[in-house]
Every structure is written in structure tokens, then in C-alpha cells.
T-cell receptor, first 119, second 114 residues
Framework: AQTVTQSQPEMSVQEAETVTLSCTYDTSESDYYLFWYKQPPSRQMILVIRQEAYKQQNATENRFSVNFQKAAKSFSLKISDSQLGDAAMYFCAYRSAESSMGSARQLTFGSGTQLTVLP | NAGVTQTPKFRVLKTGQSMTLLCAQDMNHEYMYWYRQDPGMGLRLIHYSVGEGTTAKGEVPDGYNVSRLKKQNFLLGLESAAPSQTSVYFC?????????????FGDGTRLSIL
């Protein structure tokens, strides 16, 4: 079974600064997907960014980028120019590829990192 | 465009009572999931369904039952509620067209068991 670990329960960043959230995972699979989800106080689950394991290039979405280290099984999220609206709980998640036997596309989540943005 | 709708949004139960949480999606998705979210533990999969009439156990299925009689609905039942089932419950769905890479989540149901 796959596991996802987020070792930082809480992080804080000054507005306009850069912050990096850490995520490590354990899997024996070679093909999979990794995600970062944002959960603001409204409880919505918002997809921030996705990375395919077979792609070496790190994914980027505007101010959000990842550092994907497949050999180290590490998947960190960098938020640049932090804004007050970035304050939320952030979850790292893993999903097996379609080719995996028994895969029903379900997500395995980490325990989350609560990000506070200081004005 | 409603997406994924969960009913109710909030509920308080007494130990031993039963209830059903309803998840409805209007996107014709094949796959549907029930997760629970607890502090410090992230979201954990309770049960899931890969199509109408099929269900399967996830990581934490004990104390819950599910049914998918219609493609658009996925019901989560608690037959005899226990305080350990106090949690926020999320339903999600996805489809084969996108390769299941985009999961749509409901807004969650906060359930308290006294």
C-alpha cells in the first residue's frame, strides 16, 4: 500500500515571500500521479497542481510549482509571492496509474500542512 | 452546474442512531468515493464505487455501508453511529474521460456523534 507523509503540520510565511511545503511518499509502483490540494476554511477541496511520475519536468501553475524527485520519492510545493488568499490546509495526494491492477483512481492523502500567511 | 452535492451539510446524532449521507453528481461520472477527514490524519477512503451497482471497501470501511443503485447517487450509511465516527465526510467523483485525473469534491458533511 502507498503512504504519503507531510512532516510539517503547520507553516507560516510573510505575505509576498516564498514558502515550500514538503511531501514524501512510499510506493513500489513506477507509474503514478501526485497532487497538491488546497482546503480553505470553506472546506472546499481545490486542486492546485498535478505531476505525472513519467514526466521529468516539474509542473508549474502560475505562482505554484513543484520539486519532484522521483528517486527520493519527494514532492514539495513551492508558493511564490504568497498572498493572504493562499492561507489554507494543503494536502499532498498520490494516485496509482490506470495500468495498476485494482486501481479505482482513488487518492491517498497525507495528513496536511496548515499554512498561515502573515500580512 | 451543481457538480457534486452532499446532503446534509451538518448533522448531530446520538450514539446508536442510524443515518444516511447522500452524494449526488450530475456529471455522469463512473467513479465515486466516500472519504472521512479527521484532524491530523488527512482524508481517508471509506468506500468507493467504479460503476452503478458496484461498491468496494477502502481503507477504513468498518461501521459503514454504501450503495450505488443509480449512477448519479452514492449513499453512505451508518447503521449504529459511534462517537469515533465524528468526522467531516467528503464525497468525490471522477470519470474515465479525463483518466480520473480530476476528482470533483462535494463541500463535505460535518457529522457529530454524541
Amino acid at each position: 500500500a502507498q503512504t504519503v507523509t507531510q512532516s510539517q503540520p503547520e507553516m507560516s510565511v510573510q505575505e509576498a515571500e516564498t514558502v515550500t511545503l514538503s511531501c514524501t511518499y512510499d510506493t513500489s509502483e513506477s507509474d503514478y500521479y501526485l497532487f497538491w490540494y488546497k482546503q480553505p476554511p470553506s472546506r472546499q477541496m481545490i486542486l492546485v497542481i498535478r505531476q505525472e511520475a513519467y514526466k521529468q519536468q516539474n509542473a508549474t501553475e502560475n505562482r505554484f510549482s513543484v520539486n519532484f524527485q522521483k528517486a527520493a520519492k519527494s514532492f514539495s510545493l513551492k508558493i511564490s509571492d504568497s498572498q493572504l488568499g493562499d492561507a489554507a490546509m494543503y494536502f499532498c495526494a498520490y494516485r496509482s496509474a490506470e495500468s495498476s491492477m485494482g486501481s479505482a483512481r482513488q487518492l491517498t492523502f497525507g495528513s496536511g500542512t496548515q499554512l498561515t500567511v502573515l500580512p | 452546474n451543481a457538480g457534486v452535492t452532499q446532503t446534509p451539510k451538518f448533522r448531530v446524532l446520538k450514539t446508536g442512531q442510524s443515518m444516511t449521507l447522500l452524494c449526488a453528481q450530475d456529471m455522469n461520472h463512473e467513479y465515486m468515493y466516500w472519504y472521512r477527514q479527521d484532524p491530523g490524519m488527512g482524508l481517508r477512503l471509506i468506500h468507493y464505487s467504479v460503476g452503478e451497482g458496484t461498491t468496494a471497501k477502502g481503507e477504513v470501511p468498518d461501521g459503514y455501508n454504501v450503495s450505488r443503485l443509480k449512477k448519479q447517487n452514492f449513499l453512505l450509511g451508518l447503521e449504529s453511529a459511534a462517537p469515533s465516527q465524528t468526522s467531516v465526510y467528503f464525497c468525490a467523483s471522477t470519470n474515465q474521460m479525463t483518466g480520473g485525473l480530476v476528482q470533483h469534491f462535494g463541500d463535505g458533511t460535518r457529522l457529530s456523534i454524541l
